[in-house]
């Protein structure tokens, strides 16, 4: 098993992330997108990895789904600036089509190699619940392959005490067909949201 760096600050990750080479994706991302938040956040919400919008400018959740996950936060009682919020990969994945980059899906490869710097994001933070939205973001908090419907609405524990919530992606949301696909994918999204704020109110 690999060392682990000595890093005790955000500002350093951000640092040590800029120069990641631990899988070939650095090599046609624009920049790496580092998680952002309070040092000691109780709640972590962890995404796939970075969108068109999010790799231009390095911020995680400024796209379209950002969008949703904004308004899904708010209407679950939960203050977005309290929150640390990052990706389970730091770099874009994506197809050149034209002038357009369409998003690819991270392989298991590339979310395990960067599963390296969400632990380290964890350890400094020390959230008490994460909140692991779309199947990527479960493989990177939990090294493991999990399905959406079997965890979902279950609190899970991790190894290193937190407990986790498994959700949908908010680009899941989008990615639906018709008005009432998409009002009943938010509502459930809101509503996993919604546990997680009452865990951190029990606790």
Known sequence: MEETPRIGSLSALRD??????????????????????????????????????????????????????????????????????????????????????????????????????????RAIIKPKVIVAMGTTAARGVLGRAVTISKVRGEVLSDEDGSRVIVTIHPSYVLRQQDDESREREYKGLVDDLRRCAKLLMAS
């Open 16 to 121: 040590a992330e800029a120069a990641c080479t631990r899988c070939p994706l650095y090599r046609n991302a624009t920049q790496v997108v580092p998680g952002e938040g309070p040092k000691h956040a109780r709640i972590m919400l962890v995404g796939e990895q970075p969108g068109d919008q999010e790799d231009k400018q390095g911020h995680p959740f400024v796209g379209p789904a950002g969008r949703i996950f904004d308004r899904a936060i708010v209407e679950a009682g939960i203050d977005r600036k309290a929150v640390f919020v990052t990706g389970a990969v730091k770099h874009f994945k994506f197809e050149q089509r034209g002038k357009r980059r369409l998003h690819k899906k991270p392989n298991a490869g590339e979310i395990d190699a960067c599963r390296w710097w969400l632990n380290l994001e």
